[in-house]
C-alpha cells in the first residue's frame, strides 16, 4: 500500500492552499448537527463526524438546476445550460462515495446527462474514513465500508496524523503541489489497516440486514402482496422526507417559467420523489400510484430490486438518514427487509 501522512497541522494547511485556489466545500458542524457547506476557513472542517443531514449527492446534483434558457421575443432563441465550475469536497464517507459512484453510473448509461456529468468532472473528492457510525447506520451491511474508486484523496485518522492514499493522479498533483507531507513508514501502514479492519463493527450490532445482497431482491419478490405495506404506509405522511434525504435518489421533476416581462424564461430540474402523491400522475390526470402503500412499496422495489438489477447491487448504502428523518418510523429498510425475511 502507498500511503502519503499528513500531520494535523499540515492537513489544515493543505486545506487552507485548496480555499485560497477555488471553491472548496467541507462538513461543519450545525447546531449539534453536521452539514457540508462552503469552507471559508479550513477550521471550520469537521472530520470526526458521524453522518450528514443532507448526502454530498447535492453538489452534483443539485436540488434546483436551470437546463436552458429561452427568448420568445422578439425572437425564439434557446440556449443550454451548464452550470459547473471546479470545486473541492472534502470529508466524504465511503457509503455517501459509493452512492456518488452508482449515480455516475446511472446518469452516464443511454443517453448521458451532460448537465451531471459535467459538474461530476468538475468535482474534486477527498473522502474520509468514518471515525463513527450514527445510531441509524447499517453500512456495515451493505457493502459500504470502503470503496476503491471514485475519490482523488482519501484520508484515515491514525491517532494524530492523517494516513492519505492517493486514488489519482490529480490528487497526487493536489497533494504535491499544497501540502507538506512524508511517505508511509510500516507502523502507518499496520495502524491503518487496523483501523480498517475495524470498521464492520462501527455500526451497532442492532442495525444489521438479515440476508445476504444477493437475497435482498427475492425476499421482495416472495412478499410483493405482503400485508406489510398496507400496514406500514398506514402511518405514511407522504412527506417525501425519505428521498429526498436519500443519497442515490436521483428522480426529478422538469418545470418552465416565464419572466414577468413574458420574454425571457428558463427550464429548470427540480428533486422529486416517488413518495410524494403525485409523482406518478401523468397529464391525463391518472395516477398509477394513487395509493400510499403502492408508493411505499414502489420505493423499496426500487431501491431493492429495479435498480439493483442495473447496478448489480442496491441502491442503498446504509448511511440511515431514511431512518432518521421518518416521523412515524416506518422508513427503516433494516426494519422493513428483517420483517419481510420472517414473514412465512
Same mark, same amino acid.
Given at each position: 500500500?502507498?500511503?502519503?501522512?499528513?500531520?494535523?497541522?499540515?492537513l489544515?494547511?493543505?486545506?487552507?492552499? =485548496?480555499?485560497?485556489?477555488?471553491?472548496?466545500?467541507?462538513?461543519?458542524?450545525?447546531?449539534?448537527?453536521?452539514?457540508?457547506?462552503?469552507?471559508? @476557513?479550513?477550521s471550520?472542517?469537521?472530520?470526526?463526524?458521524?453522518?450528514?443531514?443532507?448526502?454530498?449527492?447535492?453538489y452534483?446534483?443539485?436540488q434546483r438546476?436551470?437546463?436552458?434558457?429561452?427568448?420568445?421575443?422578439?425572437?425564439?432563441?434557446v440556449e443550454?445550460?451548464?452550470?459547473?465550475?471546479p470545486?473541492? =469536497?472534502?470529508?466524504?464517507?465511503?457509503?455517501?462515495?459509493?452512492?456518488?459512484n452508482?449515480? #455516475? @453510473?446511472? +446518469?452516464e448509461?443511454? %443517453?448521458? !446527462?451532460?448537465?451531471?456529468?459535467?459538474?461530476?468532472e468538475?468535482?474534486?473528492?477527498?473522502?474520509?474514513?468514518?471515525t463513527?457510525?450514527?445510531?441509524?447506520?447499517?453500512?456495515?451491511?451493505?457493502?459500504?465500508?470502503?470503496?476503491?474508486?471514485?475519490?482523488?484523496?482519501?484520508?484515515?485518522?491514525?491517532?494524530?496524523?492523517?494516513?492519505?492514499?492517493?486514488?489519482?493522479? %490529480?490528487?497526487?498533483?493536489?497533494?504535491?503541489?499544497?501540502?507538506? +507531507?512524508?511517505?508511509?513508514?510500516?507502523? #502507518?501502514?499496520?495502524?491503518?489497516?487496523?483501523? @480498517?479492519?475495524?470498521?464492520?463493527?462501527?455500526?451497532?450490532? !442492532? @442495525?444489521?440486514?438479515?440476508?445476504?445482497? %444477493?437475497?435482498?431482491?427475492?425476499?421482495?419478490?416472495?412478499?410483493?402482496?405482503?400485508?406489510?405495506?398496507?400496514?406500514?404506509?398506514?402511518?405514511?405522511?407522504?412527506?417525501?422526507?425519505?428521498?429526498?434525504?436519500?443519497?442515490?435518489?436521483?428522480? +426529478?421533476?422538469?418545470?418552465?417559467?416565464?419572466?414577468?416581462?413574458?420574454? #425571457?424564461?428558463?427550464?429548470?430540474?427540480?428533486?422529486?420523489g416517488?413518495?410524494?402523491?403525485?409523482?406518478?400522475?401523468?397529464?391525463?390526470?391518472?395516477?398509477?400510484r394513487?395509493?400510499?402503500?403502492?408508493?411505499?412499496r414502489h420505493?423499496? +422495489?426500487?431501491?431493492?430490486?429495479?435498480?439493483?438489477?442495473?447496478?448489480?447491487?442496491?441502491?442503498?448504502?446504509?448511511?440511515?438518514?431514511?431512518?432518521?428523518?421518518?416521523?412515524?418510523?416506518?422508513? #427503516?429498510?433494516?426494519?422493513?427487509?428483517?420483517?419481510?425475511?420472517?414473514?412465512?
Amino acid at each position: 500500500m502507498n500511503a502519503k501522512i499528513l500531520t494535523k497541522e499540515n492537513l489544515l494547511s493543505f486545506v487552507q492552499n =485548496l480555499i485560497k485556489t477555488g471553491e472548496v466545500v467541507g462538513v461543519t458542524k450545525k447546531d449539534g448537527k453536521f452539514a457540508f457547506d462552503h469552507l471559508k @476557513r479550513a477550521s471550520d472542517l469537521v472530520l470526526d463526524y458521524d453522518v450528514t443531514l443532507l448526502p454530498p449527492k447535492k453538489y452534483v446534483m443539485p436540488q434546483r438546476e436551470t437546463l436552458i434558457k429561452f427568448n420568445v421575443k422578439p425572437e425564439v432563441k434557446v440556449e443550454a445550460v451548464v452550470e459547473a465550475t471546479p470545486f473541492t =469536497l472534502i470529508g466524504v464517507h465511503p457509503y455517501d462515495l459509493k452512492a456518488i459512484n452508482q449515480l #455516475d @453510473r446511472l +446518469f452516464e448509461e443511454n %443517453h448521458v !446527462d451532460t448537465n451531471y456529468m459535467k459538474r461530476r468532472e468538475q468535482a474534486t473528492i477527498i473522502a474520509v474514513t468514518p471515525t463513527r457510525a450514527s445510531k441509524w447506520s447499517f453500512w456495515s451491511s451493505m457493502n459500504s465500508i470502503f470503496v476503491e474508486t471514485g475519490f482523488d484523496l482519501l484520508l484515515t485518522d491514525i491517532g494524530g496524523r492523517y494516513a492519505v492514499e492517493i486514488g489519482t493522479a %490529480h490528487g497526487d498533483e493536489l497533494l504535491k503541489k499544497h501540502a507538506k +507531507f512524508e511517505e508511509a513508514a510500516p507502523a #502507518d501502514i499496520e495502524k491503518l489497516e487496523s483501523i @480498517r479492519s475495524a470498521l464492520p463493527k462501527m455500526c451497532s450490532a !442492532d @442495525r444489521k440486514i438479515n440476508a445476504l445482497t %444477493h437475497e435482498m431482491t427475492a425476499i421482495l419478490e416472495i412478499h410483493r402482496k405482503s400485508e406489510l405495506w398496507e400496514k406500514r404506509a398506514e402511518k405514511c405522511y407522504s412527506c417525501g422526507s425519505c428521498n429526498l434525504i436519500c443519497p442515490t435518489c436521483y428522480c +426529478f421533476d422538469v418545470k418552465e417559467e416565464i419572466d414577468l416581462n413574458l420574454k #425571457d424564461g428558463s427550464r429548470y430540474r427540480v428533486w422529486d420523489g416517488c413518495l410524494l402523491e403525485d409523482f406518478a400522475k401523468i397529464g391525463s390526470g391518472e395516477n398509477f400510484r394513487e395509493k400510499r402503500a403502492d408508493r411505499f412499496r414502489h420505493r423499496f +422495489f426500487r431501491k431493492w430490486s429495479y435498480l439493483a438489477a442495473k447496478l448489480t447491487e442496491p441502491a442503498c448504502v446504509g448511511c440511515g438518514r431514511c431512518s432518521s428523518v421518518c416521523l412515524p418510523d416506518i422508513a #427503516d429498510p433494516v426494519k422493513v427487509i428483517n420483517e419481510l425475511k420472517e414473514e412465512k
